[in-house]
C-alpha cells in the first residue's frame, strides 16, 4: 500500500511552498510538519478548539478540517504572520502580551488568528461583541477574562497606531 | 531601584509565545517516527489473541510490540508512586496489557511507523480478541462487589483508612442537633489544551538517552525511566519542553508512553514520538472527582459545631499508580477555616472499570469543600440562620494560629495551619458581594417574575507542599543572570516571577535574567510541579540561592574595592560603595575576578589570568572558596503553608427551562504578599472558570458498559467564553506565612476549590430545594424541581 502523491502549492505568510501530499494530509500537519510552522497547534482534531485556526484568503478556517490537496494556491495567513514585516508585534498579538491574555500559550495562535480576521470585520467590538466573536475558541488557563480584555486593547491599539 | 517583588509586570514568557515560537512536545523532533496504540475497547476483558499479520504490509511500519516484546524490568508492572500503609491492595498496569484489560483505553499493542498517519493504519489492522467480563463501573457498583476488577481484591477496597479526633460518637450523643447528609460530585478531568507527549533520542555513541516530555515533573520521569530501562541517572535527560497545560494530570509518572518511547527508540537508533490525541486523552490519561460521602453532624443551638463524621468512598478507577493522596487530602481539608469539634473521617478507595485517577487542580478539595459548605448550609437551614452567620461562628480565630487539627496531612505530617484571618476574608466576601443588601435584590428580581439566589463556600488549602525544591544562581562573565530550577512550568509565568524575585534579591535588571524549569541538564533535584508549590518552595530556593550569590559577589567586590562588604549595595547589576561616588563594579567583572583563569581567550578573560589577579601568598582559589559568582540552595520546609479563600456566587434560574446564569461571581483570596498580582489573578480567572464547569457542566459519562459516552470536545462541556462569568470580582488579603522566607503561600489551584460549593448554595437558595449532587445540569435542576413539586403537593 502506498499512498498516492499530490503536488500542491500554498501560499503561506507571503511565501509559496510547493509540497507533494497523500489526498489526506491536513492542513495542519502540513504546516507543522512538512513547513515546520509549528505556531499552529492542534488541540482536538475536530474542528471544536479552534486551537488551529489560520486564515485562509483572510477568513479564519480550523487547519485540522482542511486536506491539504484542497487547498493548492491559497493564500493562507499562520500566527507566525501576524508580526509587522519589521519584526514587531501586531495589535493582536501586543494586546495578549499587554493583558496577560495567555497563560500556557497553547490555544493563543488560535485566538490571535481568530480575533485579527474579527477586528479587520469590526475594528471597534463592544465587549458583548468582544465575547461573541471568541466564542468559538477553547482555553483552559484564562478564564477568558483576560482574552476579552486583549480584544478590547488590540482595538484600541489598532486605532492608536493608525492614528500616528 | 523599584521592588520588582509585588509588581503586576507582564510576562517575559509571552513574546515568543504570540510570536507563534513557542515549543511545544509535538513542535519538536520532526525525524521522529511516530507512535500509535492499539488500546482496549473493552472496559473489562481477558486478551484471547493478538493478531498483528494485517498489519505486516503496511507501507513505513517500522516496528510493533506487545507485552511478550518487554524484556527485564519494563516487563513489570509500572511503579505504584505514592506507597502508604492504608493502601494495603495497590495494583498498577503493565505497560502495555498482560492477559487482561480493565478499563477502556488500556494500551495492548504499540505500533511505530514513519508518521502518525501510517502508525494509525497499521495499528487499525491489528485483531485483538477478547474475552470480555463484567464491567464495575460507578461507585455503587464498586461497593456491591458483586463483580471484581481485580479477582485478588476483595470489596474492590484498595485501602481503608480513618482518622479521628476526639470522642465524636460521645459528641453526637450529647448534641442538641443531628443532621444526616449524602452528597455526591461526579468525575471531570483536568483536560489542558495539549494532551500527553514524549520524545526520546538514544544516542549510541555516547550511550546516554535524552528524553523530552510534556510532564509535571521531569526529575520524576527521568528516575523512573531510568531505573525501567536501567540506566544511570546521569545517562538520562529529561527536558520539559513548553507545556501546553497540565492541571495535575501531567504530574502522574511514567505513563505506559514515556518508558515505551525511550525503550523503542533505543532498540530502533533512530528517535521516536508519542503526541496523544484527544480521544486518547480522555480515555488514557487521567481523571478526578467522583465520590460519594455520608456525614453526620451534632451541633448546638447557636450552630456550633460539636462533633463531624464523616464516611466516603472515592473512585480512583482500574489502577491506583498515584496512591491515596486525593482521598487523603478530602479527607484533611474538608476541614477548610472550621473547628470540627471531635471528627472522624473513613473513606474507602474504590476499584473500578474505568480510567485510573490522579489529582486535577484542587486534589480532592472541591470535594471536601462541597461536603463542609453543604453541612454548614444545612446546619442554617435547620436553625433559620444566616448562613455567613453559622460560618463564623465555626471559624478557627486569628489569634488560634498556628492551630493544629490533631490529623495527619497529605505529607503524612501533622495538619497545623501556620496563619491566616478568615473573619477579615468573610467580612471582605460580604461587601464584595453586597450579601446583606442581598434580600432587596432578590425581592426586585421577584417583582420582575425572576428567581435569583446568592451562595458561598469558603476553604483553606495547603500549599507548598514538601519534600523540597533547589534552585541554581550564576552570574556570566557578561553580567547575565542565569538561573536554574527543577521543577516544570506550564503556563504559570515562572520566568517572570522567579525572575522577579532574583531581580530584588541580586539586585541585577529583570532583562539580564533567565530563567529555565524543569531541565534535568540544568538542575538535577526537584520534585515536581502540583499541589500549589512551584512559588513556596522553587520561588524560596532560588531567593536563597540568590542570596548565596549575592553573598559570593560582595564579598569577592570588597577584596576588589578594598571596601567593607556591609558598606556595598547593588543596583542595576554594580556592586557601589556607599558615600564613595566612582567606587563600584560591575557583577560581570566580578564574575571574571572570581574565576580564576590559565587563559586569555578574551578580553575580560585576559583581566584574570593567574598573572593579572590575586595574591601570589595565598592559593588562586581558597581553601573553602569556589570559583565563580553562584548560589545553588535548597528549601525544604517543616510542613505546607496554608491559603485561604471565600468564594460568592449570584445566579439566576430560569423558572420554566431550569437553565442557570451567573449574574456576579466573586472571590476573596489569601495566599499571603503577591509576587506578582496580574499572575495571581490569572489564576484566580483559569481557577473559577474551571469550577464554574466542575459545577455546571463537566462529567465524564460513562455507560453501564465502562464506555466513555463523551470523549471528545463536542460532548465534553469544558467552557468557552460563554459560559463563564462576564466579570471575576477579586480581592486580596495578604496574611504572611512564617514558614518561608518570602511569607508567600500557593495560589495555582485555589480558584476552582469553592466553584461547586458555592454553586450548590446559590442554586439551593435561589430553588428552595436542597442541592446533594454536583455537577448540576438544567435538565437535573428541572427533574428536582419535578420531584420536590410532587413531595410538596398532597
Sequence with gaps: MTDELFDVRLVVNGAAHDVRVPARRLLSDTLRHDLQLTGTHVGCEHGVCGACTVLVGGAPMRSCLLLTVSMDGAAITTVEGLTEADGALSAVQQAFVDCHGLQCGFCTPGFLTTITAGLRANPDPTEEQARELIGGNLCRCTGYQNIVRSVLRAAELQRERAAT | MTR???????????????????????DL?????????????????????????????????VAIYTYEDLPDRLADPLPLLIPHPALTEGRTQ????????????????????????????????????????PAVVGIEAARAATQLVHPDVPGNIAANMLQTVGDVDAALAAAPHILELDLSIERSASTPMEGRGVLARWDPESHRLRLWSSTQTSTGVRAAVASKLGLALVDVDVITPDVGGGFGVKIMHPWPEEVLVPWAARQLGRPVKFVEDRREHFISSAHERAQLHHVRVGFDRDGVILGLDVRFWHDHGAYIPYGIIVPMITSTQLLGPYKPGAYRVEFDSLYTNTLIVTPYRGAGRPQGVFVMERTMDAIAATLDLDRTVVRERNFIQPDEMPYDHGLLFQDDRPLIYDSGDYPTLLDKLKKLVGWDEFEAFREAARAEGRRVGIG????????????????????EPSGKVKVATGLTTQGQGHQTVFAQIVADELGVPLSDIEVVTGDTRRFGYAVGTFASRAAVMSGSAIALAARAARAKALKVAADALEANPDDLDIVDGIVRVAGVPGAEISLGTLAVLANPLRYAFDDAAKAATQFAVGDTSKPPVGEDDEPGIEGRDYF??????????????????????????????CVVHDCGP????????????????????GALYERMAYDEAGQLQNASFMDFLMPYVS????????DHLETPSPLNPLGIKGAGEAGVIPGAAAFASAIEDAEGITITAMPISPSELFELRRRHEERSSP
Design chain 2, 636 to 665: 525544604s520546609p517543616m510542613q505546607s503553608t496554608f491559603a485561604s479563600g471565600m468564594h460568592a456566587v449570584v445566579v439566576e434560574t430560569d423558572p420554566d427551562t431550569a437553565e442557570i446564569k451567573i449574574l456576579r461571581y
Design chain 2, 674 to 693: 503577591l509576587i506578582n498580582p496580574r499572575i495571581v489573578e490569572g489564576q484566580i480567572h483559569g481557577g473559577v472558570a474551571q469550577g464554574v464547569g
Design chain 2, 723 to 730: 459560559e463563564v462569568p462576564e466579570r471575576i470580582e477579586i
Design chain 2, 29 to 61: 523532533g520532526h525525524d521522529a517516527l511516530a507512535c500509535a496504540f492499539v488500546r482496549s475497547p473493552h472496559a473489562h476483558a481477558e486478551i484471547v489473541d493478538i493478531d498483528v499479520t494485517g498489519a505486516l504490509d503496511v507501507d513505513g511500519l
Design chain 2, 94 to 133: 503493565y505497560a502495555l496489557a498482560r492477559e487482561r484489560v480493565n478499563h477502556v483505553g488500556e494500551p495492548v499493542v504499540m505500533v511505530v511507523a514513519q508518521d502518525r498517519y501510517v502508525a494509525e493504519d497499521a495499528a487499525e489492522r491489528i485483531l485483538v480478541s477478547y474475552r470480555s467480563l
Design chain 2, 456 to 475: 458561598l463556600g469558603c476553604y483553606v488549602e495547603g500549599t507548598g507542599v514538601g519534600p523540597y525544591e533547589g534552585a541554581h544562581v550564576v552570574v
Design chain 2, 4 to 26: 520588582m517583588f509585588g509588581q503586576p509586570i507582564p510576562r517575559v514568557e509571552d513574546d515568543r509565545m504570540v510570536r507563534g515560537h513557542g515549543g511545544y512536545l509535538d
